[in-house]
């Protein structure tokens, strides 16, 4: 009679691979991965791209690099058309709206309700935000549907909203060791390959994201988790709502080059995010949603 093999293999940042096995002469191997935890976050949301159109292109080397040297999400989609949908489900775990003209106060559930429950600190650096709080419908190449944090009444309604800052604090806060828990990163319309072009979007990447990789979460031995995803496809393009895009997982604990061809969507994003923060409790569709664990 042949004996089961059951080989059992947990990762995680606080204590690496561990292998519980014992004596057997055949028999079947079990691998889980456990997301890293991790104290600062960040997510940086791009427009209006197709997967095809990014990924493999000479018109964003810079994040074509970084796919290459940390983790790539091959099957990662979109939740709906247009832009203001997949950033409330990015934040809130939900659509909400596909109104782009919304400009209200809202009060559903969200993510900086749940952070603020865990002990969690936050901001939204956008650029080109006129000024610190401003909640208005935009100003210039800024829009307030791309920075969803404008809208929660958790902010708009209270001194949370001095958390709206221009991207122009993001260095000033990595240089002096200020950065929050959770950060959301707003490239303006030029920048963000909505209004400008891809090569434009890229060059402002390798210049203004570049250098948060030179601080210690970012070294060996840090647990910084960075996801730069496109917020949807091109309109044509309707598979599984918004269509397929671009996600790329950087940080010191995601395996160099991996990539995984699990079907995430943006409430994949929020939840991994958030559970590496240590936050138990998530916004919408973020709570049934699984972490993007594969490329760790």
């Known amino acids: 009679m042949k004996t089961l093999f059951c080989l059992l293999v947990i990762s995680g940042a606080a204590f690496g691979p561990m292998v519980v096995s014992a004596p057997a002469t055949g028999g079947a191997v079990l691998a889980v991965t456990t997301l890293p935890s991790s104290t600062h976050v960040f997510l940086l949301v791009e427009e209006n791209h197709s997967y095809s159109s990014v990924i493999g292109s000479s018109s964003m080397p810079y994040l074509n690099s970084l796919a290459s040297k940390y983790g790539l999400a091959t099957q990662y989609y979109a939740n709906t058309h247009p832009s203001i949908g997949n950033y409330f489900m990015l934040t809130a775990g939900a659509i909400i709206t596909n109104n782009d003209s919304l400009c209200s106060t809202i009060t559903n559930d ?36 791309h920075n969803p944090f404008a809208y929660f009444s958790d902010v708009a309604n209270s001194s949370e909203k001095n958390n709206l800052v221009p991207f122009t604090q993001f260095s000033k806060d990595r240089i002096n060791g200020a950065l929050p828990n959770f950060s959301f990163i707003v490239p303006n319309l030029n ?10 979007a890229d060059n402002w990447l390798k210049t ?35 269509g397929h ?26 939840k991994t995010l958030m559970e590496a923060l240590g936050v138990k409790t998530y916004p919408g569709a973020a709570g049934s949603a699984q972490p993007i664990t594969g490329v760790f």
């Open 191 to 200: 920048d963000d390959a909505h209004d400008g072009t891809l090569t434009q």
């Open 110 to 145: 969200n993510i900086v309700r749940h952070l603020l429950n865990a002990g969690k600190t936050w901001k939204s650096y956008a650029e080109s935000l006129p000024s610190v709080g401003y909640t208005g419908c935009g100003s210039g190449a800024y829009v307030k549907r």
């Open 245 to 270: 895009v671009a996600a790329v997982v950087i940080g010191p604990t995601v395996k160099p080059g991996s990539k995984t061809a699990t079907l995430y969507q943006h409430q994949n994003t929020l």
């Open 208 to 242: 203004n994201i570049a250098p948060l990789f030179t601080t210690s979460m970012f070294k060996t031995g840090g647990n910084g988790i960075l996801i730069i995803v496109f917020d949807e496809s091109v309109t044509s393009d309707t598979a599984h709502g918004g």
